[in-house]
């Protein structure tokens, strides 16, 4: 069973910064698929930035050229640079990972950007 601890959400105002921090233990992490996803009330969960084992990412449509995903495969942990943030990327962040057909959530952390 993975254990995922996510950090680093909190206020910001539109047009600041905030980084994420996805701690992973139990399992795995080197070759795991590591996602960011975010919901906000009443919407389904989006995925927000994805980065393969080797390295490879992929972003939505609303957050490319913004965010910015990474992992430390020694730290078992992956990241999410936000900037420019905009008030609709207001939502709870949740860390997944996938290895196969086994997938894995965090808490979640709350980012609010509001002025």
């Known amino acids: 069973q993975v254990q995922l601890v996510e950090s680093g959400g909190g206020l910001v105002q539109p047009g600041g910064s905030l980084r994420l921090s996805c701690v992973a233990s139990?399992?795995?992490?080197?070759?795991?698929?590591m996602s960011w996803y975010r919901q906000v009330p009443g919407n389904q969960r989006e995925l927000v930035a994805q980065?393969?084992?080797?390295?490879?990412?992929d972003y939505g449509d609303s957050v490319k050229g913004r965010f910015a995903i990474s992992r430390d495969n020694a730290k078992a942990t992956v990241y999410l640079q936000m900037n420019a943030l905009k008030p609709e990327d207001t939502g709870v962040y949740y860390c997944?990972?996938?290895?196969?057909?086994?997938?894995?959530w965090g808490q979640g952390t709350q980012v609010t950007v509001s002025s």
């Open positions: 139990g399992s795995i992490f080197s070759d795991a698929v």
């Open positions: 997944n990972w996938q290895l196969g057909f086994s997938r894995s």
């Open positions: 980065i393969d084992g080797d390295g490879t990412t």
